[in-house]
């Protein structure tokens, strides 16, 4: 795992690299991936930039719909008025119309109009059908007897209601026309146009006060997301640190489990991950003190041996013969202790388990038959118990497993004393198959009874070592039991001395 992420990030430190080493120009590079890129490629800028980006985004599209939905009720609430009092006046003046008579219209035309737009700004034009006007109440730009020509009274003309909400020259302005109808017969048309300067006046400030409002929102997120980014990415520096440390080899250093949960959970992970490497780094220096330490022993003893033969005179045959024969013995242990190494090493290194299925009490006979001119030799009794109703075949790996029994039942005739005896037997229970062994030798105080599985570990140093003892049979019979899944322990036997007790799954 840890080989894809670091090969995927040399791919695309790689592909970076080839990037700026083709970009012409020194100054695109820098901006590229100078100290800017440095600065803004990391958890906190992204996750302040995010979350501004999110708050202008939902604020400008705020302002504009805000904006938009106010101007657009605002104009369409005038257009309204204006049309409803355009109405009034086109109505009025229908049932007062006399075609011909301008002077006349413009009197009754200009009292309905002061009438109805008396109060407002708005202006008021009426026109014949030939664009002549028959009354303007703008005193000022009086178009009175004068073509008026406009698009919306045009459409008015035309026999539609017509408005332009804007006018094109001063922007400020909404117009109105509607047509004058008498008789079924369109006669003339009212145009109406108010300034509304008033409405744009106030949409200016609504929007001014909507950016203020906005930058100020900005302002305070801003500062809000600093705030949740330090939080967010302290711990993960100080993991970051912690985790430098121990690449440099120090254990010593602790993450504070504090913070939000997963943050919390995260400092508890790498916390355990130092305990562990902890506890393994003190393992491994031990191992390694542990070996040498038991190397040196048995080449202590062919040097002290090699020097004497060297020093002595006239050394006579049968002198030669019994330093070579203990020089022999020291290699013996030292071959041995190699190939208890290896196993183990082997076993640490998850080593392939060959199974198939096996009579674990013809197993248990096969150890038993091997190792008895051993236990004939100290008047051990060694025999092995088979219940006949309960056998059955276990799925394992019979040299591994072949390997613990033996440990075990030479334990138990390496340790018990002259005239004692050693059982093994097998038992099968609730899917599990138990092997036992058990004698009566001297036994194992509580205290160590989980201590002698751990390796080079043994009770009575220089009587294991007299019996050719590694302190390496327990920890390897341990480690093949585990790798079957299966458990073991030791326990006090009924009658003194102890029994060791392998429990397999079937
Ligand atoms: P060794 O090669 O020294 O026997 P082991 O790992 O097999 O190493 O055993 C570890 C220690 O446990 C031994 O040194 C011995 O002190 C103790 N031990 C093992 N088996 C027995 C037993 N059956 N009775 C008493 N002590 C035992």
Known sequence: MLDIITRKHEKRRGFIKSIRDSLPLSWAKRALYGPVYRWTHNIRFTMVATYIAVTL???????????????????????????????????????????GDDDL??????????????????RGVVTNVSYTVLYDNNNEANMNKKVFMRNV??????????????????GKTISVSVPIEKDGEIVGGVYLSENVSSISDTIGTIRKSLIVFSVLIIFIIGLMSIAASFIVTQPITEFISVAKSISKGDFSKRAKVKGMREIAQMGEALNFMCDELNALD?????????????????????????????????????????????????????????????????????????????????????????????????????????????????????DKIYECVYN?????????PEGGSVIARTKYINNECIIEVEDNG??????????????????????ARDTGGTGLGLAITKEAVLLHNGTIRVEDAPGGGSIFIITLPV
């Open 57 to 99: 985004i939902t604020l400008v599209l705020m302002c504009v719909y805000v904006i938009g939905v106010l101007s657009e009720n605002l104009y369409s609430e005038k257009t309204t008025i204006l049309y409803s009092k355009a109405n009034i006046i086109s109505q009025t003046a229908a049932e007062d119309w006399i075609s």
């Open 282 to 398: 003190a393992k491994r220096k031990n191992f390694v003190s542990d070996v040498s330490h038991e190397l040196k022993t048995p080449m202590a003893g062919i040097k002290l041996l090699c020097d004497s033969l060297v020093e002595a005179d006239h050394p006579d045959i049968a002198t030669i013969r019994e330093f070579l024969g203990d020089m022999s013995e020291e290699i013996d242990r030292l071959t041995r202790l190699i190939n208890r190494l290896l196993t183990l090493s082997r076993l640490d290194a998850g080593a392939e388990l060959s199974v198939s299925e096996v009579d674990i009490s013809a197993l248990l006979e096969g150890v038993v038959r091997s190792l008895d001119n051993i236990a004939n030799e100290k008047n051990i009794s060694l025999s092995s118990e088979r219940n006949e109703s309960e056998t059955g075949l276990v799925a394992v790996d019979y």
């Open 408 to 416: 075990l039942v030479e334990n138990g005739i390496k340790y018990t």
């Open 442 to 463: 001297p036994g194992i105080p509580d205290n160590e009874k989980t201590k002698i599985f751990d390796r080079f570990y043994r009770l009575d140093d220089s009587r």
């Open 153 to 170: 009274l045009k459409r008015a003309l035309d026999g539609e209601q017509a408005d332009s909400s804007i006018d094109a020259d001063s």
């Open 105 to 122: 219209m413009n009197l009754r035309i200009g009292a309905i109009i002061d009438h109805q737009l008396a109060g407002t700004n708005v």
